[in-house]
């Protein structure tokens, strides 16, 4: 462990406060002010002595190069924007692997995610109260209970779905490895996991509530039948109870149902979103374009099918692999795929399923919605791999992410 300094005490306060500023939802700038406060002193951290290139973290600088090039290359006043987006996508948690290093951040760094989940709970918990304040407007329909939520707090129930989601995941591995003799600690985080989920139903955002239940299931096998923790039937009987809970209380999985069984595929708006989307990457010869006439040709191709009311809204590809496939093409494509490989790979090669489940869930998010588009979701991808990425980075022997054997 290296020697900890002044940079490194104020870096951990500023965590503590990316975590708190999710409370505060609302005030974009607060978040976007401690983001690139955090980011200023995680590069703060870097040590000539630990390497910085290597092949982990190839794929995360050339996808940053891409992007750089793209932006210089097409230069517009949104390119600067880009750029900047994308370092702190890219480069900043790359330093995080210098943060493992101290002593300091990794006695934090599980109070830190559990202020985190505390702050998204406390969102949950105005949610739940909301949802049942509503109840004469939405009469129990999801659809317009959803609505009627996203209106008042004026958030994208997909992205703070995400949040839930990764908070959920937070908690799941807290109480994997809970401290039995801090009684209070673990029955106020089981009452955390309630709201979480309560948030998740009502908000019924289908691709992460799917990916949450899958890996609910994901995790028994990993912590318990891998790592023989717990009992192994009780925990499976309390799971499959919860899943068929959320499937019960969830309206979102029957609607899909009802849709497919009554409509074609290709009557869907995602559908020719999707369609739209393609057909601008074979237009550009899988090369890539300019980021800001990408919007014009999808509203062009979704006018010629009809669907002016998307490109009335100048609806985007809803699809984060898709999005960088239309600005960088075939390689910034790759390469970003590759990052996601070198976090799935290697999470699982040092048994941290935490990270692993994160990645997981974040992958199956950028299917169904540009995430990194927006700064919600850019803040929730920046705030896991800060915390998280350089435990992957390191060498084995710093990951304190491991699954204890009892």
Request: glycine share 4%; with cysteine.
């Amino acid at each position: 462990m290296r020697t900890e300094t002044k940079t490194n005490y104020i870096l951990i306060v500023l965590l503590y406060l990316f975590a708190l500023s999710t409370v505060l939802y609302s005030f974009e700038a607060i978040q976007s002010v401690v983001m690139i406060l955090s980011s200023v002193f995680m590069i703060l951290q870097f040590r000539s002595g630990k390497p910085f290139f290597t092949i982990k973290t190839a794929p995360f600088l050339l996808s940053f190069i891409i992007i750089c090039s793209i932006g210089l290359w097409y230069y517009s006043a949104k390119s600067v924007q880009l750029i900047s987006n994308n370092l702190l996508l890219f480069v900043v948690p790359l330093f995080s692997i210098y943060l493992y290093q101290s002593k300091r951040f990794l006695e934090n760094k599980k109070n830190i995610l559990l202020t985190y989940c505390y702050a998204v709970g406390l969102l949950c918990v105005y949610i739940v109260g909301y949802y049942i304040k509503d109840i004469p407007n939405h009469q129990f329909n999801w659809y317009f209970a959803r609505f009627n939520i996203e209106n008042h707090l004026h958030f994208h129930g997909t992205y703070l779905s995400l949040w839930m989601g990764v908070a959920v995941l937070f908690v799941m591995d807290f109480l994997v490895k809970r401290d039995e003799s801090k009684t209070y600690l673990n029955y106020s985080v089981a009452v955390l996991m309630v709201f979480l989920i309560a948030g998740l139903i009502i908000i019924n955002s289908r691709m992460i509530l799917y990916s949450v239940l899958f890996l609910s299931v994901l995790n028994y096998y990993f912590y318990y039948y891998k790592t023989n923790l717990g009992s192994k039937k009780k925990t499976f009987l309390y799971l499959i109870a919860l899943v068929c809970l959320i499937l019960f209380l969830s309206q979102r999985y029957i609607a899909d149902i009802e849709f497919l069984y009554k409509n074609a595929v290709s009557n869907s708006s995602r559908y020719t979103i999707c369609y739209c989307s393609l057909q601008t990457i074979f237009d550009s010869f899988f090369l890539g374009m300019d980021p800001n006439i990408i919007q014009n040709k999808l509203n062009t191709c979704y006018d010629n099918y009809g669907f002016y009311e998307l490109s009335k809204e100048n609806i985007n590809s809803h699809n984060q692999y898709l999005d960088y496939f239309l600005k960088g093409g075939i390689l910034l494509f790759i390469s970003f795929i590759f990052t996601l490989i070198v976090k799935l790979r290697h999470s699982l090669k040092q048994k941290n399923y935490l990270y692993f489940s994160i990645t997981v869930l974040f992958s199956f998010a950028f299917i169904t919605e540009n995430i990194l588009v927006r700064q919600y979701g850019m803040f929730i991808y920046v705030f896991c791999d800060v915390l998280l990425l350089g435990a992957i980075l390191s060498d084995e022997s710093h990951n304190t992410d491991k699954v204890e054997k009892c």
